[in-house]
């Protein structure tokens, strides 16, 4: 595939996505049998609060493996006795999955790909020529920021924010900046950039 084919198929892939997110429809991901939904802004929350190796990529072990599927299950429930029937089933399942080489590859592949669905909106701005992550200010936490910008513009609880889905609510966070802040340039998904990038340097080494 070239990078010009690369580069359609990624954007097919994140229009998709976006179309997803405000349909009825949605893109299933199952993992360890396991049916996982979005991820949450609360669910992202709470895995950086315990700096979660699915997040980070340093340390990964199966509990942390076992932690985020839970996190994400349609089947996550309060009940502790339930609860920790699931848990203890998901940690079979992640087990044997990790038997195989095969297995853990497949399961890997897919709880990358749910967590990159949900990052693909992540908002980043050109500034001084470099990009910049905007979520990140300084005078408080940038998912605190994240959680006021969205209930007071839309007049809902914090704590209704924080069921939504991730993706979701990293678009409406710009729709709200390029709406109200007019010098609020927004890039393209990072996945996007990465192609072009790609791009250049091929280019760059064929002079």
């Given amino acids: 595939m070239t990078i010009a084919e690369q580069y359609t198929a990624e954007r097919e892939r994140l229009e998709l996505n ?3 997110d405000w349909s009825t429809y949605s893109r299933t991901f199952k993992a360890a049998g396991e049916t996982l939904k979005p991820l949450t802004v609360q669910a992202w929350f709470d ?3 315990v700096k979660s190796p699915m997040l980070t990529g340093a340390g990964l072990t199966v509990e942390s493996i076992v932690d985020y599927i839970w996190r994400c299950s349609t089947k996550h429930t309060s009940n502790l006795l339930l609860k920790e029937w699931r848990l203890w089933w998901i940690h079979s399942r992640v087990n044997k999955c990790l038997d195989t080489t095969e297995g853990a590859a497949d399961l890997m592949g897919v709880l990358n790909r749910h967590i990159g669905d949900a990052f693909d909106e992540y908002p980043e701005q050109m500034q001084g020529g470099n990009v910049s992550n905007r979520t990140a200010m300084s005078n408080a936490c940038g998912e605190a920021y994240l959680v006021d910008e969205l209930a007071h513009r839309y007049g809902v609880s914090p704590e209704l924010v924080l069921t939504w889905s991730l993706r979701k609510s990293f678009q409406l ?4 900046r390029t709406v109200t802040n007019p010098e609020y340039k927004t890039l393209e998904p990072r996945s996007l950039l990465n192609i072009k990038s790609d791009f250049l340097k091929q280019q760059n080494a064929i002079k």
């Fill in 18 to 20: 976006r179309a997803l």
């Fill in 47 to 49: 895995l950086l609060a």
């Fill in 173 to 176: 966070q710009k729709v709200i």
